[in-house]
């Protein structure tokens, strides 16, 4: 039940693992679908890979029973133990299924009925079709600012089945359409750091570890949770950096490093690493980096040299910092005000900043907040002030909880993978946005759909939101990522038709139009690195299993729909899936020669061990090469170096995104002067036990986290106590923008004042449509509210939220209704046997 429970050790995993193979390999499973013939599969392991690591699965006569790790990954996560689930589970969507009205009026359906659930099952050319006539009808009436597709950036792992780059060939091959700009992960970081560092950051390589275990003294993890973020990556981990974490861990424990995690919770990594802890309120950081540049100012402590050489704008910034422009010094007695620390405190830790080498790892929560562009630009300022930018274990970096941030990168070649058509020829339909915007930021989805034609400020552009018709979503579950999800069942019904493509039976889904079930990646062949940052090796991911029921690939429902258009052989470019497969490959060996790194011809490795590890690379330093000359390597930023000071951003004059990094108050913050009708900040991090929504439906590996049925609710014992709520009771957790039923965990890391609910839990609705009804399972997105960061990032401020929470009164809870797909209906409207 601890979500701080973090278990590196290999042994240990193996025996946590779920007993799911043996049952189900007896008697006959109702979630299996018989798409194999018996026999025809002896028992075999097969490798495969996810997010969530690399895998050998053993299948017999056809049936995945059991799943153990791959012998290359010293160690792995446990969420290994949900990956066979996503395969077969209740929610697993089955068949092509159609909203029973929208089957019957189209584009005049009743759009209220979103949501209900009742959906109709038809073939997969009724479904194409269908798709189809509607994206001619919507081109065709609309123009391309009719049409939108959502961001399919967590798709199944694989070069050649990428679900986003099946739709973008697809659908480009039929015409243009509005997409997206950013993400809800880093949207604020990804606008402003490269106006002051030059670069995007958060998805770039780090300093490597070994050099930080060498040089730094004390390493600030500022609202970062490496030990749980690490487990999951992008393309297939390695999970490498535990190894060099482990060694931080033992260097803390000799006395040899500090840690400091600056977090009002402890996180599992302040718990695993046995490290210090600066508790600080929620969304204050940026009030605590202003009072430790304060003081090392007031101190004399920064490093003038590093500030006049690598820098812009710090004059600017002064009078700010000093209280010259606005009467308030940003001195540590005023941030202690704030942040619920005492002034000593602060003063200590600023002098500890400059006592040694020390490390900066920011992570990305306190960036998706009203006005998180402001704390990345801050700890830029501060790591400025410190002076070690570009020095081994020293400076500032955001990717150190992300795609093994801080391996060592090999020199191996880096495949490329399913991309655009090569010398495609014109699109059916000339792109046609009507003066609208072509992309909007991820997150101002709703918005949109709710505003068409409003202009909108965005990093120095004027947006104006498309007028959409139809939403087209692939490898992305919009009904847990967007927030403030009674504002989006509203918003949703002026959709006239959306798509959705799923292996699971998503909330999105419920709420779509067209569902089109396409395989996991269990049920394809591919390949994919090992090893996002370090990209160790490459290896192949196998087939486990054959297509369940009636799924297809991304790839093939696509080419279904251009072969409506005449289009199918220029999508397939006259490849099947190992073709595709071996094609990318043969990249791969082209590449690798140029590099001196030579890999063995396909038939070999995809015969044979289907692994190859790359030679190891070099340790490296993040902005060493700025650092060293940096004249001849500037920043990608306007005057090349640090801007403290940015007259790009002071010259969109955004009263929300100043200048220079400001603290200002965010549009809703408990232990603020005035007292909240709702008292508790509302977390919604990311889950120990998921990928967001992924593995939510795995039902037994739910069953291990999930309490009373629902999502965890985490709260200190002084917020239970005062509310008479015990653990594992039922809470109702609500707000005025809406409610949901959660599962109560009391739990020591939690300080008063402060409680989670992980996103990524699906959104169970009571009254399945209704906006403002009560979420029975948990999704903490229903709760949070759905405003951008500013006017320049327009990014999400999902962790910008207030609650209240009591205990569930009523003596039956309502059930959870979000796992189990859709209710069949016929045609006719009566229930399907
Ligand atoms: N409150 C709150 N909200 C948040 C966040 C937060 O911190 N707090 N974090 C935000 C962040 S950082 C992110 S990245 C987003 C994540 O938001 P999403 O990317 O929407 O989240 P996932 O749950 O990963 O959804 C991916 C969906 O794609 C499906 N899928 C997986 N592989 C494939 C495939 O190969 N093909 C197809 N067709 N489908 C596939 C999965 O079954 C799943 O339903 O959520 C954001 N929302
Ligand atoms: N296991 C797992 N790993 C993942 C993911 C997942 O879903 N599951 N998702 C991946 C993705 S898409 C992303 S974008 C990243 C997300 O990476 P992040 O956004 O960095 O991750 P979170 O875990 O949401 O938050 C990190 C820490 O921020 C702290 N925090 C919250 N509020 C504050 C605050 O006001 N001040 C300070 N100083 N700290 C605060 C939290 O307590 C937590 O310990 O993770 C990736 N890794
Ligand atoms: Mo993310």
């Not at 990522?481 to 699971?504: G, S």
Request: aromatic share 10%.
């Amino acid at each position: 039940m601890d979500i701080h429970e973090f278990n590196p050790s290999r042994r240990r995993f193996l025996s946590g693992m779920l007993a799911v193979g043996a049952a189900s390999a007896l008697a006959p499973n109702p979630l299996i679908s018989k798409v194999w013939a018996a026999g025809e599969n002896p028992a075999q392991w097969i490798q495969s890979g996810s997010h969530f690591g690399a895998f050998e699965a053993k299948v017999v006569n056809g049936e995945w029973t059991e799943t153990r790790p791959f012998k290359h990954d010293k160690y792995p996560c446990d969420m290994l133990n949900a990956v066979r689930e996503v395969v077969y589970n209740p929610s697993r969507v089955r068949y092509p299924m159609v909203r029973l009205d929208w089957l019957r009026k189209r584009e005049k359906s009743d759009r209220s009925q979103r949501g209900d659930n009742r959906f109709v099952r038809v073939s997969w050319d009724q479904a194409l079709d269908l798709f189809y006539e509607e994206l001619e009808r919507v081109q065709k009436t609309y123009g391309s600012s009719g049409v939108f597709t959502g961001l399919a950036d967590w798709q199944m792992v694989g070069k050649y089945h990428k679900a986003g780059g099946a739709m973008d060939r697809g659908l480009g091959l039929h015409g243009s359409y509005v997409t997206t700009v950013g993400d809800y992960s880093a949207a604020a970081a990804q606008v402003i750091l490269p106006h002051v560092i030059g670069s995007l950051e958060v998805y770039e390589q780090q300093t490597s570890l070994p050099l930080v275990i060498q040089n730094s003294n004390t390493i600030v993890l500022w609202g970062c949770d490496p030990i749980k973020n690490l487990q999951i990556e992008f393309l297939v981990p390695d999970h490498d950096a535990f190894g060099y974490w482990q060694q931080i861990k033992e260097a803390v424990a000799q006395g040899k490093m500090r840690v400091i995690s600056v977090d009002p919770v402890r996180s599992k990594s302040q718990n695993y690493l046995g490290c210090e802890q600066l508790a600080l309120r929620p969304q204050t950081d940026v009030a605590l980096m202003l009072a430790l540049a304060h003081t090392l100012y007031e101190e004399k402590l920064y490093d003038t040299a590093f500030i006049n050489d690598y820098t812009v704008g710090f004059e600017q910034f002064l009078p700010y910092l000093l209280g010259e422009s606005d009467k308030q010094p940003k001195n540590a007695e005023w941030a202690a005000q704030i942040c619920g620390l005492t002034a000593e405190q602060i003063r200590d830790f600023a002098r500890l900043l400059v006592k040694g080498r020390t490390q900066f790892m920011g992570g990305w929560c306190v960036q998706r907040m009203h006005h998180g562009e402001q704390y990345p630009w801050m700890l830029v300022v501060l790591a400025s002030m410190v002076g070690q930018i570009g020095l081994p274990g020293g400076g500032v970096g955001f990717g150190w909880h992300y795609n093994g941030g801080g391996t060592v990168t090999s020199t191996g070649p880096v495949l490329s993978g399913l991309g655009g058509i090569a010398n495609p020829p014109p699109a059916k339909y000339k792109a046609d946005f009507r003066g609208a915007s072509e992309h909007i930021p991820t997150s101002r989805i709703v918005d949109c759909l709710l505003e068409p034609g409003k202009k909108v400020a965005f990093n120095g552009e004027t947006l104006t939101w498309p007028d959409i018709k139809m939403a087209i979503y692939s490898a992305a579950n919009p009904f847990h990522a967007q927030q403030d999800r009674n504002r989006m069942i509203k918003a949703w019904k002026k959709l006239e038709t959306v798509v959705v493509l799923d292996h699971q039976w998503t909330a999105s889904c419920r709420f779509a139009d067209i569902v089109l079930p396409v395989t996991t990646r269990f049920e394809r062949n591919d390949i994919e690195q090992f090893g996002t940052h370090s990209n160790k090796g490459l290896m192949a991911l196998h087939q486990i299993v054959k297509p369940q029921y009636e799924a297809r690939h991304d790839f093939d429902v696509f080419a279904g729909l251009c072969k409506r258009f005449d289009k199918e052989a220029v999508y397939r470019e006259n490849r099947d899936e190992m073709q595709w497969i071996q094609a990318l490959y043969d990249e791969g060996v082209k590449m690798g020669a140029s590099l001196g790194v030579s890999l063995p011809d396909f038939t070999t490795f995809w015969q044979g061990e289907g692994y190859i590890e790359y030679p190891a690379g070099q340790p490296w330093v993040r902005h060493g090469e700025f650092r060293d000359q940096p004249d001849l390597n500037p920043l990608g930023t306007p005057s090349g170096l640090i801007e403290i000071y940015s007259k790009t951003i002071a010259g969109f004059a955004y009263e929300d995104c100043p200048g220079h990094p400001v603290w200002m108050e965010p549009f809703e913050r408990n232990h603020a002067a005035k007292k909240n009708k709702y008292p508790l900040h509302l977390q919604s991090c990311h889950p120990d036990k998921r990928l967001h929504s992924q593995l939510c439906s795995s039902e037994a590996f739910r069953n291990t986290y999930a309490v009373a049925g629902r999502e965890p609710l985490y709260i200190s014992a002084q917020d239970a106590t005062a509310r008479g709520l015990k653990a594992g009771d039922i809470a109702r957790v609500f707000n005025d923008r809406g409610q949901v039923l959660a599962g109560v965990v009391i739990s020591p890391d939690f300080t008063p004042g402060v409680i989670r609910i992980h996103e990524g839990a699906w959104y169970s609705p009571q009254e399945g449509g209704k906006a403002g009804t009560l979420c029975t399972y948990g999704d903490p997105n229903v709760l949070s509210a759905d405003i951008g960061t500013s006017q320049l990032a327009q990014g999400p401020s999902a962790h910008t939220v207030l609650v209240e929470v009591e205990r569930y009164q009523q003596k039956k809870a309502p059930p959870v209704t979000a796992f189990g797909g859709p209710e069949t209906v016929k045609e006719e409207g009566g229930s399907a046997a």
